[in-house]
């Protein structure tokens, strides 16, 4: 099955040059399942030709904020409302979460209570209890008519929707493994704009199990489970 990455922001230079950037931290994510990848720079004004280009999509984080005014939000927005049209499957994590609620009626806000930062546990529907790594302010604080809650934790009531059987969107980050978080511990540890206590929990949790293999696992079969395409 082939999935078209849509990239919708790129990580920082030094965790690019060790890990890649997000697209590759997902290929690595989901290698050995059966997919293959091409990715699309929407950050960067890089479209692809129609929703029909790849078999399924997968929206990656950003720094931007959906609600934010940048070139590319209003056409990747028209972008997930055809793709969701046509029943293609989608899955979007953290921006990704975020942009495709927004696109499909529901409403991101920097979230009062503050960050999200390192290993976190959610409850999710069909898993139970998983420890994910999280990076984020920005919430989905309105859900869509059309999606339906599957996952949250105390701090996230949001933290997964599922729309129907084609599109599955989270607010952590399975592809952030925790050599990943470290890095973005040291380079952002000490920026102010994040509370010293969170960086320290952060920091303590960096040497227990997260449960990536366990999405992955989730957001592969998610992707090919069978469903009845649809035209405009």
Known sequence: MHIGILQCGHTHRE???????????FMRLLSGHGLTFQTWNVVDMDFPPSP?????????????GAYED????PP??????????????????CFG???IAQALGGRVEKFAGGWSLGRQEYRLDGLGRVALNAWH??????????AQVVGQSDFCANAALQYGDTIFTLQPHPELAPAVIAEYL??????????PELIAD??????????????????????????????D
Not at 52 to 64: I, K
Not at 203 to 231: C, M, N, S, V, W
């Open 97 to 99: 979460h975020q942009i």
């Open 137 to 146: 302010q920005d919430q989905v604080v309105a859900v869509p008519q059309s």
């Open 202 to 231: 952060a920091r303590a949790a960096l040497g227990a199990d997260t449960d990536d293999a366990r999405l992955a696992a989730h957001i592969a079969d998610f992707f090919k489970q069978p469903r009845e395409a649809r035209h």
């Open 52 to 64: 029909d280009a790849a078999q399924g999509w997968l929206l990656t984080g950003s720094r931007h």
């Open 70 to 73: 940048h070139p590319f939000i």
């Open 186 to 195: 040291r380079l952002y540890g000490d920026h102010p704009v994040y509370p």
């Open 76 to 93: 990747l927005e028209d972008l997930i409302r055809a793709i969701h049209r046509r029943a293609i499957p989608m899955v979007g994590i």
């Open 15 to 25: 965790i690019a040059a060790a890990h890649g950037d997000f697209d590759q931290m």
